[in-house]
Antibody
Framework: QVQLQESGPGLVKPSETLSLTCTVS????????WSWIRQPPGKGLEWIAY???????NYNPSLKSRVTISVDTSKNQFSLKLNSVTVADTAVYFC???????????WGQGTLVTVSS | SYVLTQPPSVSVAPGKTARITCGGN??????VHWYQQRPGQAPVLVIY???DRPSGIPERFSGSRSGNMATLTIDRVEAGDEADYYC???????????FGGGTKLTVL
């Protein structure tokens, strides 16, 4: 079955770069689009970005200047980098598969990233 | 940016019907999807393409869309349905995803 697993540091200092990787199993990453979504503590979901198997990307306009999403098909992984982080970037970060209906049909369990000095 | 409006909270007694709405100016031109998120867990897709159910989702969950409003309906509500619910569209004009603010469903 399709599984996604986020990995990366749980603590990042202000002004530094947040880096996360999503490892996909059960399906080839080359067959779908993939997204990152985050959720600040006690708040709602925020879509961050998507990437296609061919490397096509798009970003949330509110984060576009600080975000990069990339894919490594050889490892069946995709990644997120968010630079110049502040405490406002503290959130649970989820990776998800974009389904044919342009929904998010499979999700990782999420990883909490705290921005603090 | 695309704005989807949901009521912050909905309360319903066990066995009754819960309806959660999702409004947006251009929602009529986009498919609406719904997610259930229990505390400490990742969201789970419960409705896609406005009204289709993924396998494993009970028939008690249904969706509809009319004009600029989509509705998630949960019949015969159970205690286990208590969760946050989010609507989502893919904004075709800007090619990005968008979520509603979420609705906390409380089972009385």
């Amino acid at each position: 079955q399709v599984q996604l697993q986020e990995s990366g540091p749980g603590l990042v200092k202000p002004s530094e770069t947040l880096s996360l990787t999503c490892t996909v199993s059960g399906v080839s990453i080359s067959s779908y689009y993939w997204s990152w979504i985050r959720q600040p503590p006690g708040k709602g979901l925020e879509w961050i970005a998507y990437i296609s198997y061919s490397g096509r990307t798009n970003y949330n306009p509110s984060l576009k200047s600080r975000v990069t999403i990339s894919v490594d098909t050889s490892k069946n992984q995709f990644s997120l980098k968010l630079n110049s982080v502040t405490v406002a970037d503290t959130a649970v970060y989820f990776c998800a598969r974009v389904g044919t209906p342009l929904d998010f049909d499979y999700w990782g369990q999420g990883t909490l990233v705290t921005v603090s000095s | 940016s695309y704005v989807l409006t949901q009521p912050p909270s909905v309360s319903v007694a066990p066995g009754k019907t819960a309806r959660i709405t999702c409004g947006g100016n251009n929602i009529g031109s986009n498919d609406v999807h719904w997610y259930q998120q229990r505390p400490g867990q990742a969201p789970v897709l419960v409705i896609y393409y406005d009204s289709d159910r993924p396998s494993g989702i009970p028939e008690r969950f249904s969706g509809s869309r009319s004009g600029n409003m989509a509705t998630l309906t949960i019949d015969r509500v159970e205690a286990g349905d208590e969760a946050d619910y989010y609507c989502q569209v893919w904004d075709s004009s800007s090619d990005h995803g968008a979520f509603g603010g979420g609705t906390k469903l409380t089972v009385l």
